[in-house]
């Protein structure tokens, strides 16, 4: 090959080496062009920056292996034309090499990179027409890069040594965060996302059926009676007591005593497993609700038998607070007027998070156990109470449980200056 043809080679792999650096300093500068995508609308154009914003990791590997390519390229070949042909004219080594070198990375990747910094929009878009021709050769060549890299990695470093460290909360948050700033994810989502990081904090009694909606039978009840309770049971289990509710002998699965044509009661009574109320849902699950088939009971500080939770429970919260369904099912209903029908279950907390009242009481948790404490007696359908400005009326009774309450919010200062 002659010095001339050895020149012009030299010459085009260092301009393909300068549209690869700043293609490469363009992508690193991705996140910062939201303007320019505004700017260009919903075109053509903007489709395209956003194909590549939204994932520039793919764009930047292709770069990088183009990059290592053609500098091992120009080094060969500029060795070649140093030790060769220059040479052979009386060329000094040392200094041509030098020369050569220093050109190489000023115009290869300094003055690139500078121009990029700039105008990276510009740069983006014109590395499509080069980059997305060669994708056919460079995505599995990555691909089998990455591989060999793995396997590489496998084999020097020990197994004890972590090759990835695990991603924190705050690093993930923070994730999330700029995604959400990138328009990537909306509020909805990040919401969704947040929810999901709190399951950490939960505990089976936020989830648990508590025990006054659990289905109770005595072992010492005839058969007539703890058929009848097995037949009418609107849950799916059964717990089975000995001398007192605290006493529990066992729980019976209602649906597999009718699938095995209801035989007698004892031959499907299971033991359950007892967790503390103060129990993180997520350890519940591992250790203690491996299936649907057997439930988990909850015992207090005492012993007692506080309520249960199955993996049902625990899926219901937590569609519910990732989507809450405000039909008419919902816990807090909006009958206007400053006026809102709530269940008696519902807990203290979401009231002042939704109706920013401030209900909250030590040692209560819902609605209900709030206006029974304060009547010290079971109430009667209509009976009122007034807490904290909040005038509260029992709508229904159940079992010596209220079901149903409804509250009367009084009109913040701000509204009734408003309404004047």
Aim: glycine share 6%; with cysteine; hydrophobic share 45%.
């Amino acid at each position: 090959m002659s010095l001339f043809v050895a020149s012009l080679l030299y010459l085009a792999l260092l301009l393909l080496l300068a549209v690869i650096s700043a293609t490469e300093t363009a992508i690193h500068s991705a996140r910062d062009i939201e303007s320019q995508l505004v700017a260009a609308g919903e075109g053509h154009v903007a489709k395209k920056l956003r194909a590549i914003t939204a994932n520039p990791f793919a764009q930047l590997h292709r770069t990088l292996l183009l990059s290592a390519a053609l500098n091992l390229a120009l080094a060969a070949l500029g060795l070649w034309i140093v030790t060769g042909p220059l040479r052979a004219l009386g060329w000094n080594p040392w200094i041509t090499a030098s020369v050569l070198f220093l050109a190489t990375v000023l115009l290869g990747d300094m003055a690139p990179k500078f121009f990029a910094a700039r105008n990276p929009s510009v740069v983006l878009l014109g590395s499509l027409r080069l980059l997305n021709p060669l994708r056919s050769v460079l995505d599995p060549f990555a691909a089998f890069t990455d591989r060999a890299t793995d396997l590489l990695l496998q084999k020097l470093i020990t197994r004890h040594v972590k090759t990835r460290l695990p991603v924190t909360r705050d690093e993930f948050e923070t994730l999330v965060e700029m995604r959400q700033e990138q328009g990537l994810i909306d509020s909805d989502e990040s919401a969704m996302i947040h929810e999901a990081l709190d399951i950490e904090a939960l505990t089976v009694r936020d989830c648990m059926i508590p025990r006054v909606d659990l289905v109770l039978m005595s072992s010492e009840d005839p058969l007539e009676k703890t058929t009848a309770i097995l037949e009418k049971s609107s849950s799916r289990f059964v717990t089975v007591y000995g001398e007192t509710p605290d006493s529990v002998e066992g729980v019976i699965d209602t649906s597999a005593w009718k699938l095995a044509n209801r035989p007698p009661w004892r031959s499907l009574l299971r033991t359950p497993s007892f967790v503390p109320e103060t129990m993180p849902v997520l350890e519940a699950l591992e250790h203690h609700l491996q299936s649907d088939e057997r439930p988990a009971l909850i015992a207090d500080e005492y012993g007692g038998l506080e309520g249960m939770i199955t993996r049902r429970e625990i899926a219901d919260w937590l569609l519910y607070e990732a989507a809450p369904w405000h039909g008419e099912a919902s816990e807090i209903r909006d009958l206007g007027g400053g006026r809102y029908l709530l269940d008696g279950g519902t807990r203290l907390d979401h009231i002042t998070e939704e109706l920013d009242l401030d209900l909250v009481a030590e040692g209560i948790d819902t609605i209900g156990g709030l206006v029974f404490n304060h009547l010290a007696h079971v109430p009667k359908a209509g009976e009122r109470i007034t807490i904290a400005n909040t005038d509260i009326k029992v709508r229904r009774i159940v079992r010596a449980r209220i079901q149903e309450v409804e509250l009367r919010v009084p009109p913040k200062p701000a509204e009734e200056a408003g309404q004047i």
